[in-house]
Nanobody, 124 residues
Framework: QVQLVESGGGLVHAGGSLRLSCAASGRTFSSHVMGWFRQAPGTDRVLVAAISGSGDSTYYADSVKGRFTISRGNAKNTVSLQMNSLKPEDTAVYYC?????????????????WGQGTQVTVSS
């Protein structure tokens, strides 16, 4: 069982930066693929970025490439999302998710554990 708790959301002006963090419990954290999803009102939950258990492989949605960076610290059971050059269209609830099986997946149903979400609002 893995429990995930996000932090770091908030309100920022366009062009600003935020760093989201996700603290995970559980001794098998380092074997899990970790992902950050986001969901804006009236839209589907979509994968923004993901990282393999070892940290060697990453995935970024086209909309955030070059602006967002995902990283993980297995010693501290944390995964972070550094978000730079934020745009109003980045406004959403951001969720941390963990996947038990190998391989990065882009669909929410592939992930086994979810955090409660943290709101990110980017004003124009």
């Amino acid at each position: 069982q893995v429990q995930l708790v996000e932090s770091g959301g908030g309100l920022v002006h366009a062009g600003g930066s935020l760093r989201l963090s996700c603290a995970a419990s559980g001794r098998t954290f380092s074997s899990h693929v970790m992902g950050w999803f986001r969901q804006a009102p009236g839209t589907d939950r979509v994968l923004v970025a993901a990282i393999s258990g070892s940290g060697d492989s990453t995935y970024y949605a086209d909309s955030v490439k070059g602006r967002f960076t995902i990283s993980r610290g297995n010693a501290k059971n944390t995964v972070s999302l550094q978000m730079n050059s934020l745009k109003p269209e980045d406004t959403a609830v951001y969720y941390c998710a963990a996947k038990r099986t190998l391989g990065i997946a882009t669909t929410p149903i592939a992930y086994d554990y979810w955090g409660q979400g943290t709101q990110v609002t980017v004003s124009s």
